[in-house]
């Protein structure tokens, strides 16, 4: 049996686009109502308010100080215990910097992450969004791979649309 986790509020407890969104407002001291605001006009979700926060961050700051937020914010993240000292396959919707620096200090046995890849050229932030779509087929993929597989997550409505023969969903809260 492989075990396949969600990120934010699964793997970890906290959320860290939100952390991130929330640190990059403080230290560029723009107004977070703003880019909230601007989301619910345009009716965009938290990944549009994110993708502008970020760029908006890049262009005042640059790469290095947001590579080094990310830092920030993944030292800031709770590991769930029941995810420690087991090997696992992270399959998430956050941003791989973040996944990757959480693994790496707090000693995880990732054995594969698939999430949201930054590309960032010329101060300008691209966010190549693993959506759920995209872990669906990831899912199918590791069935045929592995036959049976875990996948945890802390959405309900993921849990129910990720079911797929050979996936036992368990949402955790």
Request: aromatic share 8%; net charge positive; glycine share 4%.
């Amino acid at each position: 049996m492989v075990l396949v986790v969600d990120f934010d509020g699964t793997l970890v407890k906290e959320n860290s686009s939100r952390l991130l969104e929330n640190l990059l407002i403080k230290r560029t001291k723009i107004p977070g109502l703003l880019f909230l605001g601007l989301g619910k006009m345009l009716r965009y979700k938290g990944d549009f308010r994110r993708y502008m926060i970020l760029n908006f961050f890049v262009k005042r700051h640059g790469k290095k100080n947001l590579i080094e937020s990310m830092k920030k914010v993944a030292e800031q993240l709770t590991v769930r215990e029941q995810f420690k000292n087991k090997e696992f396959i992270v399959l998430s919707s956050g941003l791989a910097p973040i996944i990757k620096h959480t693994i790496k200090i707090n000693n995880l046995k990732a054995l594969k992450i698939y999430a949201s890849e930054l590309i960032i050229h010329d101060k300008k932030v691209k966010i190549k969004e693993l959506t759920l779509k995209d872990k669906r087929k990831i899912l199918e993929k590791l069935v045929d791979k592995y036959h049976n597989i875990t996948y945890y997550t802390d959405d309900i409505k993921e849990a129910v649309r990720l079911k797929l023969k050979g996936v036992e969903v368990i949402c955790i809260s």
